[in-house]
């Protein structure tokens, strides 16, 4: 089983930044990859952000050239630095963690962009 808990979300005006972290907890697992995933109101859920174990990295288009990621493996944390920020990255931000058995996801964080 793993936990994964969210921190860094809130409320930031169009063109601010914010920066997500996700901390998996958890024994007797590897984690290959992690991520970040949003689900804005009335829409699906939709990736932002993942990053493997070997650090291969895979960006939304909407996302590219203003969200990083990066990934501490000995401590199983990832972050998203956010920036550029509009009012369409408006969402419940999910953090993902996939093992060998299975998928995990976060309970999720608010990120409200104002215009």
């Known amino acids: 089983q793993v936990q994964l808990v969210e921190s860094g979300g809130g409320l930031v005006q169009a063109g601010g930044s914010l920066r997500l972290s996700c901390a998996a907890s958890?024994?007797?697992?590897?984690?290959?990859?992690m991520g970040w995933y949003r689900q804005a109101p009335g829409k699906q859920r939709e990736l932002v952000a993942t990053?493997?174990?070997?650090?291969?990295?895979n960006y939304a288009e909407s996302v590219k050239g203003r969200f990083t990621i990066s990934r501490d493996n000995a401590k199983n944390t990832i972050s998203l630095q956010m920036s550029s920020l509009k009012p369409e990255d408006t969402a419940v931000y999910y953090c993902?963690?996939?093992?060998?058995?299975?998928?995990?996801w976060g309970q999720g964080t608010q990120v409200t962009v104002s215009s």
């Open positions: 958890g024994s007797g697992f590897t984690i290959n990859a």
């Open positions: 990053i493997t174990r070997g650090d291969t990295i």
């Open positions: 993902n963690a996939r093992i060998l058995i299975g998928t995990f």
